[in-house]
T-cell receptor, first 111, second 116 residues
Framework: TQLLEQSPQFLSIQEGENLTVYCNSSSVFSSLQWYRQEPGEGPVLLVTVVTGGEVKKLKRLTFQFGDARKDSSLHITAAQPGDTGLYLCAGYSNSGYALNFGKGTSLLVTP | EAQVTQNPRYLITVTGKKLTVTCSQNMNHEYMSWYRQDPGLGLRQIYYSMNVEVTDKGDVPEGYKVSRKEKRNFPLILESPSPNQTSLYFC???????????????FGPGTRLTVL
């Protein structure tokens, strides 16, 4: 199993603040995915990053894939209460079939 | 509507009583998988299937069985459930394999299982 470590585990901020969530591994991944999960629901894909150094933007969310394809980050600008949720990174194993998840970052944005 | 459905959504059972959690997708996806989610441990893959009659173990397969007789269905079977299998279970499907742009995993709503 290729381990993915996420930090921080918990994050509580006020509306309007910026934040960054990290996903690190000692293994190289062909791609990494970021999901968001809300209470009582299954995870929903936000983005897939494939190329080392790639940066993708989704409104106020910016995702970056490390040059060595071992790490990724998620940056949220001007967080809103609607951003509250569990953010998960995931990467496919070298075989390409098994998807490994990090333990997640639980984000709470208060008004 | 494209979706992954799971049944039941909630289940309380007793140790040793065989149970099946069903999973069905209507997107003609080849790849399906089961995960369990536990506090502090995150999402862990139990089994996955690349196509009909093709399944393989994930990280935590002990105590579980699966079958893939039809493309749309991927049931999870607990032959003799134990309390350590109390968890939140998710089924997921995707069109492709290997993390490419086509490999969005679509998750079901989850099944909360309690084994007494």
């Amino acid at each position: 199993t290729q381990l993915l470590e996420q930090s921080p585990q918990f994050l509580s901020i006020q509306e309007g603040e910026n934040l960054t969530v990290y996903c690190n591994s000692s293994s190289v991944f062909s791609s990494l995915q970021w999901y968001r999960q809300e209470p009582g629901e299954g995870p929903v894909l936000l983005v897939t990053v494939v190329t080392g150094g790639e940066v993708k933007k989704l409104k106020r969310l910016t995702f970056q894939f490390g040059d060595a394809r071992k790490d990724s980050s998620l940056h949220i600008t001007a967080a809103q209460p609607g951003d509250t949720g569990l953010y998960l990174c995931a990467g496919y194993s070298n075989s390409g079939y098994a998807l490994n998840f990090g333990k997640g970052t639980s984000l709470l944005v208060t008004p | 509507e494209a979706q992954v459905t799971q049944n039941p959504r909630y289940l309380i059972t007793v140790t040793g009583k065989k149970l099946t959690v069903t999973c069905s997708q209507n997107m003609n996806h080849e790849y399906m998988s089961w995960y369990r989610q536990d506090p502090g441990l995150g999402l862990r893959q139990i089994y996955y299937s690349m196509n009909v009659e093709v399944t393989d173990k994930g990280d935590v397969p002990e105590g579980y069985k699966v079958s893939r007789k039809e493309k749309r269905n991927f049931p999870l079977i607990l032959e003799s459930p134990s309390p350590n299998q109390t968890s939140l279970y998710f089924c997921a499907s995707s069109h492709g394999l290997g993390g490419g742009p086509a490999d969005t995993q679509y998750f079901g709503p989850g099944t909360r299982l309690t084994v007494l």
